[in-house]
């Protein structure tokens, strides 16, 4: 983090001190510094510093002024989640805040405000929901109390990213009863309904996480048609590839291509006679592994680059033998991506 950070915080605090502006001036003023320090970190520290000052403008306006209260707690939520922890501590901090806004914002707000922290709350439940610290479905229900507001004709982007984390939040419920194959069903549609209000021009970042994330769908659909699944998968790859160039988005690219070669893992070279075999699908996943493997490495990603290299050993082997494909793939599974408003 350079000087000038320090130098932006340490002015914005001497700031709070000074009696020429009042406290809900001041408790402003370090809200935006810190939205500031938000917008494309250099490091965790300046995360860390934007808590720090929603912390002090909290102080400042709390008993005087709710609104702009609720207002400060909810972007320091927002920080809390975008924290890198090995805990939960700053999610369930970031879910405590966000609760905590809501009814201020319910009565005082706009409709647009609750919105967005209804979305940030069911982001945030939803990860708490992975790690075991809180109910998937309090999840969807967050996301849906949003979409009341976030409608697809007058907020398209954000009804895109709601679809999606909508759909992200179904697939992640363990496929262990009845309505395991609806909740799959509702899943592509989220997605397909998400896609149809942005497109790669006007909305490129949406329109390629959406693509990537049908595309992982369709691929792990327990579905007879499986053939057919993973040729719209690689559509669907294909499409947010539009988007995700190695030379504009290195990391997201990389996701893309291995969700794209764990599809041609698994896809006979001709599919009307899936017995012959796929070993030059087999060739193609290598190749698009090693290039996602070499990226990995260069972002330090290392976990995702042993996954792969796992994975192009793996294809060496069977490559070895005339099995067709027969459901191997990556040892984690594919690479798929939520989204929320900050």
């Not at 699944?229 to 291509?257: G, Q, S, W």
């Not at 260069?298 to 082997?317: L, N, S, T, V, Y």
Request: hydrophobic share 45%; proline share 4%; charged share 25%.
């Amino acid at each position: 983090m350079g000087i000038g950070v320090e130098e932006q915080v340490n002015a914005a605090l001497a700031a709070a001190e000074a009696e020429t502006a009042s406290p809900a001036e001041r408790a402003e003023m370090l809200m935006e510094i810190a939205i500031g320090l938000q917008v494309k970190p250099k490091s965790p520290r300046e995360l860390s510093l934007a808590v720090e000052l929603y912390e002090r403008a909290l102080a400042l306006c709390l008993q005087e002024h709710p609104l702009l209260a609720a207002r400060i707690r909810a972007r320091a939520a927002t920080a809390l989640q975008a924290l890198p922890e090995a805990g939960t501590d700053s999610l369930e901090k970031a879910r405590d805040l966000l609760t905590e806004s809501l009814p201020v914002i319910r009565v005082d707000g706009s409709r647009e405000e609750l919105a967005e922290i209804e979305m940030n709350l069911g982001l945030v439940l939803q990860s708490l929901a992975g790690a075991g610290r809180a109910r998937i479905t309090d999840a969807i229900a967050a996301y849906q109390r949003a979409l009341r507001t976030f409608d697809r004709a007058r907020f398209p982007k954000e009804f895109a990213i709601l679809q999606n984390n909508l759909a992200t939040a179904f697939l992640s419920i363990p496929f262990t009863d009845e309505r395991a194959k609806m909740r799959e069903a509702l899943a592509v549609q989220a997605f397909e309904d998400g896609l149809k209000v942005v497109d790669f021009i006007d909305h490129p970042a949406e329109y390629a996480m959406l693509q990537n994330n049908l595309g992982n769908a369709l691929q792990y659909a327990s579905s007879s048609h499986a053939v057919e699944n993973n040729m719209r998968a690689l559509e669907a790859y294909d499409e947010a590839l539009k988007v995700r160039t190695r030379e504009a988005m290195p990391v997201a690219y990389a996701n893309t291509i291995a969700n794209k070669a764990n599809c041609l893992w698994n896809l006979p070279d001709d599919p009307e006679n899936p017995d012959a075999g796929n070993r030059q699908n087999l060739a193609a996943a290598a190749t698009l592994l090693a290039e996602a493997r070499e990226i990995f490495n260069a972002a330090g990603e290392q976990e995702k680059a042993r996954i792969m290299a796992e994975a192009i050993d793996q294809i060496g082997r069977e490559s070895l033998s005339s099995m067709p494909a027969n459901g191997a793939g990556l040892a984690n599974g594919h690479l798929q991506e939520g989204d929320q408003i900050r």
